[in-house]
């Protein structure tokens, strides 16, 4: 059974950064492609970033492009979201998620996960 636990939310004021951390187990973690996504309250959940089994691709969000930096270590099947210069609209609670396909493309759907984290909350005050 897979499983994804995101850590590292908290608040931070605008303009700050935090670093987020997905550990994950149940599977040979480098076979798989990691994703992040975001809800805000009342909104959709959407994407934010990914990064390919090999982590030599990576995709964001426009919204989140040249703030947001995703990696990932195999060695500690972890993936982080590195989050700097952040705005109010960043405020959501993150996910974690990964696709079910080895050494798959990566998949930026919310349709198109198959395993997700509980979340970690992000308040970014103004």
């Known amino acids: 059974q897979v499983q994804l636990v995101e850590s590292g939310g908290g608040l931070v004021q605008a303009g700050g950064s935090l670093r987020l951390s997905c550990a994950a187990s149940?599977?040979?973690?480098?076979?798989?492609?990691m994703d992040w996504f975001r809800q805000a309250p009342g909104k959709e959940r959407e994407f934010v970033a990914a990064?390919?089994?090999?982590?030599?691709?990576?995709y964001y969000a426009d919204s989140v492009k040249g703030r947001f930096t995703i990696s990932r270590d195999n060695a500690k099947s972890t993936v982080y979201l590195q989050m700097n210069s952040l705005k109010p609209e960043d405020t959501a609670v993150y996910y974690c998620?990964?696709?079910?396909?080895?050494?798959?493309?990566?998949?930026?759907?919310?349709?198109?996960?198959?395993?997700w984290g509980k979340g970690t909350l992000v308040t970014v005050s103004s």
């Open positions: 998620a990964t696709s079910d396909g080895r050494f798959q493309l990566v998949v930026t759907t919310v349709n198109g996960m198959h395993y």
């Open positions: 990064i390919s089994w090999s982590g030599g691709n990576t």
């Open positions: 149940g599977r040979t973690f480098s076979n798989y492609a």
